[in-house]
């Protein structure tokens, strides 16, 4: 009878089942922080961990049923090898284990589409076990030897199970993320996140007011994803309909396109934090004299709404999961010597993690060429003080700004062609109705555009 009625519900949205179900797992997580905050807050760790873990398996199981045995079974094979085993060794196991775990999840589940089974979540939870793992083994390494990031998030004592399992299923980070440290986890459930009065008495976080604001937020890009599909939808690029308009509206609700996509994800996003906050999990010390609530942050909004570079969608989007990669994955790849062979074995990974269509591949594969594009340009031009001068005229720097945010914000849809039609045959039709704008703009870059602008700034430079 419920699953009937959530039938119901969806077809009258317009969402699929699995979607609605998702929202809604993503908003229990509020009613899930206001018991825990009633009753469980300042508690011992270990009945704080057991009511994460029923949250997080209720949650799971309604969404995925049976599904969230095989996140159940790499817990506990994850928890078991950082228990016995020492090292990089330890750190090999749980890596490759989970990796060819969720692989092979993405061999026998996907389709030609964007899935929501239970390899979403256990996607999320490879990398929140990887973490741990890293984490134990930094604990035994010399301070010396690791990173800021390392230092603030690495073990000295291996976690118990119930601590993974409440780690793991955290409920409102279990089903999209965001990620978050052991360490965290085991400061909050320690008390070090307490709010304290003068008279010595530990109160719940004064986090409330802060944790409605990142739900409203995240209701208001529901609102804007909703108004969006008024004027686009997800198969739009690849229709006969855009094909046939002229390139002016085309690059424009390419554009708009672009944003329609990455708002879904920002609204889950921001009520995932939003009950994170209200948890009190998200706490990040405090700067003068007030408390910031900004410690799981998955989007930098004010960054990503005035990009005008694809770095800054890279500093804004996804930010914890690109934090993690960079802690543990891009700083380990020092050895290689190299910031680009590092920056490509990052986007590899991520890749991979994603899963196994083409698109993936192709899509971190044009970030790759894009950053080194905008970097190129940048080192190109920055030993001309000529140009600098010029560029800093104020009413070039407007124009500039213009030109950039529409460039950032028309391309930004071109680089999320191949992750949304994921199949070669379907970005690739997508690429011709854009006209191949992309391949203009980018790919030619290394052999047409950067030699000739290198030949003109060397002939400027003579003449000067």
Not at 95 to 122: A, E, K, R
Not at 178 to 194: A, T, W, Y
Not at 204 to 210: K, L
Not at 417 to 440: D, K
Request: aromatic share 18%; with cysteine; hydrophobic share 45%.
């Amino acid at each position: 009878m419920a699953g009937g009625l959530i039938a119901s519900l969806a077809q009258n949205i317009g969402l699929t089942e699995p979607a609605l179900k998702l929202v809604l797992g993503i908003l229990a997580g509020y009613p899930f922080a206001l018991i825990y905050r009633k009753f469980l807050y300042n508690k011992d760790g270990v009945f704080q961990c057991l009511y994460f873990t029923a949250c997080g398996l209720t949650l799971g199981f309604w969404n995925y049923g049976i599904g969230m045995f095989h996140c159940l079974a790499t817990i506990l094979f994850s928890y078991l090898a950082i228990t016995f085993l020492k090292g990089p060794l330890m750190v090999s196991v749980v890596f490759i284990f989970n990796f060819i775990y969720l692989l092979t999840g993405y061999v026998y589940s996907s389709t030609d589409s964007y899935d929501i089974t239970w390899t979403m979540p256990f996607c999320v939870l490879v990398l929140r076990l990887i973490g741990v793992a890293f984490d134990v083994y930094d604990g035994t390494r010399p301070k010396e030897q690791l990173s800021s990031d390392a230092l603030q998030s690495a073990l000295k004592e291996k976690p118990t199970l119930l601590q993974v399992l409440g780690h793991s299923l955290f409920p409102s980070a279990c089903l999209v993320g965001p990620q978050f440290s052991m360490r965290r986890f085991l400061d909050f459930i320690n008390g070090k996140f307490h709010l304290k009065t003068s008279d010595g008495n530990i109160l719940p976080p004064d986090s409330t007011q802060y944790a409605l604001i990142r739900f409203g937020m995240g209701l208001f890009y529901i609102i804007v994803f909703q108004i969006l599909s008024l004027f686009v939808h997800e198969d739009l690029i690849i229709s006969n309909e855009y094909a046939e308009m002229n390139f002016i509206k085309r690059m424009f609700l390419l554009g708009v396109w672009g944003r329609f996509i990455l708002y879904k994800y920002i609204s889950c996003w921001l009520l995932t934090e939003g009950a994170c906050i209200l948890f009190g999990l998200s706490y990040n010390g405090e700067e003068n004299g007030f408390k910031k609530w900004n410690g799981v942050s998955n989007i930098k909004l004010s960054i990503f709404e005035n990009s005008s570079q694809f770095n800054h969608y890279i500093m804004s989007f996804n930010a914890n999961t690109n934090h993690w990669v960079a802690q543990h994955i891009y700083k380990r790849l020092k050895f290689l010597g190299n910031k680009y062979y590092s920056q490509g074995g990052v986007l590899l990974f991520l890749a991979v993690w994603h899963g196994l269509h083409s698109g993936y591949y192709a899509t971190f594969l044009h970030e790759f060429i894009v950053i080194y594009v905008e970097r190129d340009f940048q080192h190109m031009i920055k030993p001309y003080e000529s140009v600098t001068q010029f560029l800093n005229n104020s009413v070039v720097k407007i124009l500039c700004q213009i030109i950039l945010r529409l460039y950032a914000f028309v391309f930004m849809g071109w680089s999320l062609l191949p992750f949304v039609y994921l199949q070669y045959s379907r970005y690739l039709a997508a690429f011709a109705n854009c006209s191949y704008a992309g391949v203009f703009v980018f790919y030619l870059w290394p052999i047409l555009y950067g030699p000739i602008l290198r030949i003109f700034l060397r002939k400027e430079k003579k003449l000067a």
